[in-house]
């Protein structure tokens, strides 16, 4: 058997998509030995610039047929020619003009998402793996969010990729809070499309993340996210499966306590977050709750599960009576037992019932906020485990070494 090397350069990769846009360009022109067709013209200027080492530009020319490419071809085939021309971006990494001709080959991708969305998604995602420096890869993914929030269908294929990295983005990118805040923003809105829990907790936690990167001495930044605080109290209080709101002390929230018109949304959640039954009955007006877009059933649901939360946090491993969940609750008391089964059973805590005794002893809490005062109430709790895992090393220690002398001392006596 005689086996034949073919030797193969990246080059050619480029050429062959070349000649593939070249035949695309030739579809339907009359065939003739003589003149040159707009496929071979093109084919010719690609091959030229190829030769000559432009890759921009031979990016720049091929990436201008794409609409054709997704078009006519199938959609592998399709994805298999933006990762070829995405390839010669990787040949730019220390391009001046990296990140700008990276951002011109996303547009080029994302033109009319309802064409072949998952494959330019794919697509996209190719050239910003092909991206080796942080400009380049932030400025592909914002245009990635942007093309996969106008359908429900490619968020949802997006989400698992992208959810729970903004922080690793902001922090191994270097990224300015500026710049931080668009991609929470751009990473939110692909959030609010899906709205399945996962995506509605993360949503949340992406807007808290911008209210906190705003300082309160920043009139004109905190005027800015105004709306965003607005959406992210809303969402909040609409929303059946979250009780943790970390940005409720933040200067961007609170700065909505000022204004009449913000005043009372912000009252709401105060009420809420305190466990306030009376005050929530105050502050839930009919214009405040139309305002979140939620119906005052849902909302009193909400308002009595944070009250056990209260309650439960209050207590710190101590017995509550059923009475007292009652009164914080207002409820009958023979609804008391299944509002706690329904909080066991969302996990917003744990505990054992006594019936007998009318009590439930709550062993955790889920937190209704983590800010500074919990961190450092987490701290002194570290500190006092450490404490006492040293004074039981100490103890361990002291009874080795007295249990080494008794023994030694035994030895001596024979």
């Known amino acids: 058997m005689t086996i034949t090397v073919v030797e193969t350069y990246e080059e050619d990769s480029h050429i062959a998509v070349a000649r593939h846009i070249a035949s695309l ?10 003149a040159d067709t707009p496929g071979s013209l093109f084919l010719q200027e690609a091959a030229k610039i190829a030769a000559d080492g432009r890759y921009d530009e031979l990016v720049k020319k091929l990436s201008a047929h794409l609409d054709l490419v997704f078009a006519k ?63 380049a890869r932030y400025m592909v993914l914002l245009q990635t969010l942007e093309f996969a929030k106008q359908s429900k269908q490619l968020a949802a294929l997006l989400v698992p990729v992208v959810r729970g990295k903004a922080e690793e983005w902001r922090r191994t990118w270097g990224l300015k809070p500026s710049m931080a805040i668009e991609l929470y923003l751009q990473l939110a809105a692909l959030m609010k499309v899906v709205s399945d829990r996962a995506s509605t907790k993360e949503y949340l936690r992406l807007l808290g993340a911008v209210l906190a990167l705003v300082s309160g001495n920043d009139a004109a930044e ?28 933040l200067p961007a929230v609170t700065q909505l306590g000022r204004e009449p018109a913000t005043a009372p949304l912000l009252k709401l959640l105060d009420v809420m977050l305190n466990g306030d039954l009376a005050g929530f009955k105050a502050a839930a007006t009919p214009a405040v709750l139309e305002s979140v877009g939620v119906s005052p059933e849902a909302a009193l649901d909400k308002m009595r599960l944070l009250a056990l939360l209260v309650l439960g946090g209050r207590a710190q491993g101590a017995a509550v009576p059923f009475a007292d969940i009652q009164a914080a609750l207002d409820i009958p008391l023979e609804q008391v037992q299944p509002w706690i089964v329904r909080a066991i059973g969302s996990k917003l805590l744990e505990g054992k019932i006594d019936q007998v005794a009318a009590t439930v002893v709550i062993t955790r809490c889920h937190h209704r906020s983590f800010t500074s005062k919990e961190w450092q109430g987490l701290g002194q709790q570290l500190g006092a485990l450490r404490s006492a895992l040293q004074g039981a090393h100490d103890m361990l220690l002291a009874g080795n070494r007295a249990g080494d002398a008794a023994g030694r001392a035994a030895q001596a006596v024979h």
Request: hydrophobic share 45%; aromatic share 6%; glycine share 2%.
């Open 25 to 34: 360009l030739d579809e339907g022109q009359a065939k003739t030995a003589l």
């Open 73 to 135: 071809c199938s959609d592998k085939e399709a994805e298999c020619i933006v990762s070829v021309i995405s390839l010669l971006v990787a040949r730019l990494d220390k391009d001046s003009h990296l990140t700008e001709l990276a951002r011109k080959l996303a547009l080029d991708i994302s033109k009319q998402p309802e064409v072949a969305g998952e494959a330019k998604l794919n697509g996209l995602l190719a050239l910003y793996s092909s991206c080796s420096t942080a400009p």
């Open 222 to 249: 905190l005027a800015k996210v105004k709306p965003f605080a607005v959406e992210a109290v809303q969402s909040f209080i609409r929303s059946p499966e979250v009780f943790q709101c970390d940005f409720w002390e």
